[in-house]
C-alpha cells in the first residue's frame, strides 16, 4: 500500500495473521491515540507557529518546514477538547492529508505500536455523531485502549467543534 493509499475500516479489522497494524501513539491529556505510520512524515519539536487571522480556533497557525509553508493544528481542539498547553513534551506530528503536510500539536509522543488487526475493534456504539467519524477503531492494550484516528476525517472538519 502506498503513502497516499489509506485503509478502511474492513482492512483494519481483518482476520487474525494479517500484518499487524503499525501506528505511531501519542497523548491527548490522558487519552491514548494513534494514527497509521504511513501517514506521518515527522515528528518534531517545532511548536513556534505564526498565528493566522480569523482561522477556526484548532489552527494553531502555520509553519515553515524546510521552505514549505505547513498548516499546524490543535489536535485536542479540532477534536472538541480543551486547546493544548505547550510544555517540553509537546511535539508537532507532521502528516499527510490529501497531498498536503498537515503539523498536528499532540500533548507527548508515546511508542509505535504494532497493533494485530484481529483485535482492532469498531468504536464503541456509544460514541455518536461527529466524534465517531475520527475513529478508525480501538484497539485494546494491557493497561489502557488505542484509540486509531481517521486523520482525514479530523482534517476535513468545515466549522470548528463547539
Do not use: K
Not at 64 to 79: E, I
Not at 107 to 115: L, N, S, T, W
Request: hydrophobic share 45%; proline share 7%; aromatic share 6%.
Amino acid at each position: 500500500m502506498s503513502r497516499n493509499d489509506h485503509w478502511t475500516h474492513s482492512e483494519w479489522t481483518a482476520e487474525e495473521g494479517q500484518p499487524a497494524a503499525l501506528c505511531a501513539s501519542f497523548y491527548l491529556a490522558d487519552a491514548l491515540m494513534g494514527v497509521p505510520i504511513d501517514q506521518i512524515e515527522e515528528i518534531n519539536r517545532e511548536v513556534s507557529f505564526t498565528p493566522v487571522p480569523h482561522a477556526p480556533r484548532w489552527v494553531r497557525g502555520v509553519i515553515n518546514l524546510r521552505g514549505s509553508v505547513s498548516t499546524v493544528v490543535d489536535l485536542r481542539a479540532a477534536l472538541g477538547m480543551e486547546p493544548a498547553p505547550v510544555t517540553r513534551h509537546t511535539r508537532n506530528v507532521i502528516v499527510r492529508s490529501h497531498g498536503e503536510r498537515i503539523g498536528l500539536i499532540v500533548d507527548r509522543v508515546a511508542e509505535v505500536i504494532a497493533a494485530e488487526r484481529g483485535r482492532i475493534t469498531a468504536p464503541p456504539a456509544n460514541v455518536r455523531g461527529a466524534d465517531r467519524r475520527f475513529f478508525r477503531g480501538v484497539y485494546p492494550l494491557q493497561e489502557q485502549v488505542m484509540v486509531i484516528l481517521d486523520v482525514d476525517a479530523v482534517l476535513a472538519l468545515d466549522a470548528a467543534p463547539a
